[in-house]
């Protein structure tokens, strides 16, 4: 099993530029989140997901979109990057029923100039 | 609003024990956290607690958990070289997502 899957893991965007991070677990989760990590800081919601077709917001969703429409992806998209938005983004997977263990991804970093 | 809060710094001696706190406000919580994170990686899981336990301990690690005072923290034994990183500590709350706080860097001193 491949886990939780980002890509890309390096990216850099001009300011008004709009990009997807792409996510894929292969465990047949049904909750799904993105995180943001700012330097020195640690990790914020952006948007979580419960199941396809069901998505909420976080606590910073302000920029951002997501979709669920299989159960393995959860895409995050940014329309009009912002400096703001430099960051390194996690996706995390859980099963919903076990609420113990959360998978994450090895991350995305996304330098916006 | 909910809130995890943790000292940024520590710095210990190599074979010292580490102790690293966390003050959580959310009483609702189900399961809290300690994640490690080494430079320019992601998060790996150390070890959790579920809400209604005083204590777990895992090999070198053991987690002491104050409900009343909604204060976690991790010990870690021998503490070495390889244990410094950024550790996190989280809580999941009734939405199930994740909170977490802004970390606190371990250094090792030789």
């Known amino acids: 099993n491949a886990g939780v899957t980002q890509t890309p893991k390096f990216r850099i965007l001009k300011i008004g530029q709009s990009m997807t991070l792409q996510c894929t677990q292969d465990m047949n989760h049904n909750y799904m989140y993105w995180y943001r990590q700012d330097p020195g800081m640690g990790l914020k919601l952006i948007y979580y997901s419960v199941g396809a077709g069901i998505t909420d917001k976080g606590e910073v969703p302000n920029g951002y979109n997501v979709s669920r429409s299989t159960t393995e992806d959860f895409p995050l998209r940014l329309e009009l990057a912002a400096p703001s938005q430099t960051s390194v983004y996690f996706c995390a997977s859980s099963p919903g029923t076990d609420d113990r263990i959360d998978t994450f991804g090895s991350g995305t970093r996304l330098t916006v100039v | 609003g909910e809130d995890v809060e943790q000292s940024l710094f520590l710095s210990v001696r190599e074979g010292d024990s580490s102790v690293i706190n966390c003050t959580y406000t959310d009483s609702s919580s189900t399961y809290l956290y300690w994640y490690k994170q080494e430079p320019g990686a992601g998060l790996q899981l150390l070890t959790y607690?579920?809400?209604?336990?005083d204590m777990k301990q895992d090999q070198r690690l053991t987690v002491l958990l104050n409900k009343k005072d909604k204060h976690l923290s991790l010990r870690i034994a021998d503490t070495q070289t390889g244990d410094s990183a950024i550790y996190f500590c989280?809580?999941?709350?009734?939405?199930?997502?994740?909170?977490f706080g802004s970390g606190t860097q371990l250094t090792v001193l030789p």
């Open positions: 607690i579920f809400s209604n336990m």
């Open positions: 989280a809580e999941k709350q009734s939405a199930r997502q994740l909170t």
